[in-house]
């Protein structure tokens, strides 16, 4: 079944690139909202934006961040499958 057992190293890099593009993706929307807006992005316990500028910001930021969490993921995913098989591996089967 896809997804049951198999490499942990791969697994963990995937997690690592994942977290790591969600931490970036997170810095770059935060700037680029400032830059658009004048304004910070709105805080979940911040009273003074309005609902609409806090929906909003939500609907930018998740998407923004899971958007770069699956492209990290299957950048990673690529790039280890490409290191396990190399060329002089494959010449011994």
């Known amino acids: 079944m896809p997804g049951?057992?198999?490499d942990y190293g791969?697994?963990?890099i995937?997690?690592?690139a994942g977290v790591a593009a969600a931490y970036v993706a997170r810095k770059a929307i935060g700037f680029a909202w400032?830059?658009?807006t004048g304004r910070p992005p709105p805080d979940s316990e911040e009273?003074?934006?309005g609902l609409g500028?806090?929906?909003a910001w939500a609907v930018v930021i998740g998407a923004g961040v899971g958007i770069a969490r699956?492209?990290?993921?299957?950048?990673?995913?690529r790039q280890t499958g490409k290191q396990l098989t190399s060329p002089?591996?494959?010449a011994l089967d």
């Open 4 to 6: 049951k057992g198999g």
């Open 10 to 12: 791969s697994k963990m």
């Open 14 to 16: 995937n997690a690592l």
């Open 34 to 36: 400032t830059k658009a």
């Open 47 to 49: 009273r003074e934006a």
């Open 53 to 55: 500028e806090a929906l």
């Open 70 to 77: 699956v492209l990290a993921a299957r950048l990673a995913a």
């Open 88 to 90: 002089a591996d494959t």
